[in-house]
């Protein structure tokens, strides 16, 4: 993307229970922000979006709070929980239409927000893309990190292709983010639907900073979801491994029959009480298998064909300050390009 004319940019954080880091990251990205605009390196309506993803904290109230001091903030609110893909897809849509240049990043600031105007020059260079990439995860606990190298080992042996390292701190172009609001599945994986979109791309290197304050919104639970959500919404490798699983264990009951046929021609009388209680339990248990998994595909299916929303805005402060047909809160916004009144 290269750019003539000064581009607008807005960032974008998705936030759930925020509250006791929201005030110090919307300060210190305000400040970041501020200056690239004295610098004339991005538009003087610029935007910072915060998207609350259904907190119970008093995160909502402070991002309200904050759009009133300053024009800067602004913010839109989920019904209810969907989850940071689901907030990170709803704050990419509602700026699309008016932001040139995007820039997700989590709330906590882990990711290091400095980078920004370099992802602004990278942008202005001609990258549509630019990922933050962390290059020194020391600050995760052991847990985070090994499970973390796990999932991208897995996940390129399986032949999805994600940016190592690379968690949703990221700048897009215009032109991306309507490529990817394209995609239309339910549980978008956006690590791993960015890469396949194309265009050209960058990265930029930081180190990963423990949290500013809070907690982590990721237990164990919701990091093993995660990974399995992005495993099935994006490879059916595992239908695969089940059908080789299948075939091998198919050509192993042909060696068997043989043998079978074999000892039986030779008279040699055949008690095999433990070789067929073995076998009976491992076809068992691998066919209780074979069937969950394609059923974790047919669920999917069954999900994906009811074409329900992604997300439900409730409140949006971000658009009514450029569009002055579309009135405020009484708007319920929902994915998929529809809307109620
Ligand atoms: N988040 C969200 N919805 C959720 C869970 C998390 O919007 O259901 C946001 C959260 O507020 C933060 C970002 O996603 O801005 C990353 O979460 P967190 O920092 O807890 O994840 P971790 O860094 O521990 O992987
Ligand atoms: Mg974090």
Redesign the pocket.
């Known amino acids: 993307m290269t750019q003539t004319t000064i581009p607008r940019l807005t960032i974008v954080?998705?936030?759930?229970?925020?509250e006791p880091v929201l005030l110090t990251s919307a300060a210190i990205l305000g400040k970041i922000l501020r200056q690239l605009m004295t610098d004339h390196e991005v538009a003087t309506d610029s935007r910072i979006l915060f998207?609350?993803?259904?907190?119970h904290d008093q995160t909502w109230a402070q991002i309200t709070q904050l759009g009133h001091e300053q024009a800067l903030f602004s913010g839109v609110r989920f019904s209810r929980?969907?989850?940071?893909e689901?907030?990170?897809i709803a704050g990419l849509q509602t700026a699309h239409p008016y932001s040139d240049l995007t820039i997700s990043?989590?709330?906590?600031l882990?990711d290091d927000p400095t980078l920004i105007p370099t992802m602004v020059a990278e942008a202005k260079a001609g990258s549509d893309i630019v990922y933050g990439v962390r290059n020194d995860r020391s600050t995760d606990t052991w847990f985070?990190r090994t499970s973390a190298e796990g999932f991208y080992w897995f996940m390129r042996k399986l032949g999805v292709d994600l940016v190592p390292n690379h968690?949703?701190f990221r700048l897009l172009s215009r032109r991306v983010v309507g490529a990817l609001l394209a995609c239309r599945e339910s549980k978008p994986f956006i690590r791993g639907i960015i890469p396949q979109l194309g265009f050209p791309s960058t990265k930029v290197y930081y180190k990963r900073q423990p949290?500013q304050a809070?907690?982590?919104?990721?237990p164990l639970r919701?990091?093993l979801r995660f990974a399995l959500d992005g495993l099935l919404s994006f490879t059916i490798a595992p239908i695969r491994a089940v059908l080789y699983a299948g075939l091998l264990i198919c050509g192993g009951a042909l060696a068997m029959l043989i043998w079978i046929l074999w000892t039986h021609l030779h008279g040699t009388v055949v008690t095999g009480w433990s070789s067929i209680m073995a076998s009976l339990w491992f076809l068992g248990g691998f066919q209780l298998i074979a069937i969950s998994i394609i059923g974790e595909y047919v669920g999917r299916t069954f999900t994906e064909v009811k074409h329900r929303p992604r997300f439900i805005i409730q409140t949006d402060t971000y658009s009514p300050k450029f569009s002055t047909t579309q009135p405020a809160a009484v708007t319920l916004h929902f994915d998929r390009h529809s809307a109620i009144k």
Do not use: H, W
Not at 214 to 218: Q, R, V
């Open positions: 954080v998705p936030c759930y229970n925020e998207v609350d993803d259904g907190s929980n969907f989850g940071q689901a907030a990170l990043i989590d709330a906590d882990q985070k968690s949703d949290r809070g907690a982590s919104k990721y919701k990091m």
